[in-house]
């Protein structure tokens, strides 16, 4: 088996407001956000327990915030993991907007929490 073959793959999936990664085809884990006045607000990210320990959070993070980047847009990490992954990596720091009671007042709103 070559390292392509088996290599994750990330896609944005807008109409879910989620990045997926897949593994072999599969759907291995997610990150979810809502956008919001050129923000995009991370809210939660998991990775399926058949393929936990693997790294794929941290490469499905990365390319997700590379993307939000190349779009012109902003981070807030309201999810603890992708808060957790911005303290790691400060290449993203000019890009990534505090949590803030209003945003967070906010996503409750648009998730009917």
């Not at 994750?8 to 072999?24: C, M, Q, S």
């Amino acid at each position: 088996m070559t390292q392509q073959a088996t290599a994750p793959v990330v896609r944005r999936v807008d109409a879910r407001h989620r990045y997926e990664i897949l593994v072999g085809g599969e759907r291995a884990g997610l990150t979810a956000y809502r956008d919001r006045d050129g923000r995009r607000v991370f809210f939660h990210t998991e990775i399926d327990d058949a393929y936990a320990g693997q790294g794929l959070a941290a490469i499905l993070v990365q390319q997700a915030l590379t993307d939000v980047r190349a779009s012109g847009m902003r981070i807030v990490p309201v999810c603890p993991y992708v808060a957790k992954f911005l303290k790691k990596h400060d290449e993203f720091a000019d890009i990534t907007d505090p949590v803030t009671p209003e945003v967070l007042q906010w996503l409750d709103g648009v998730l009917g929490r």
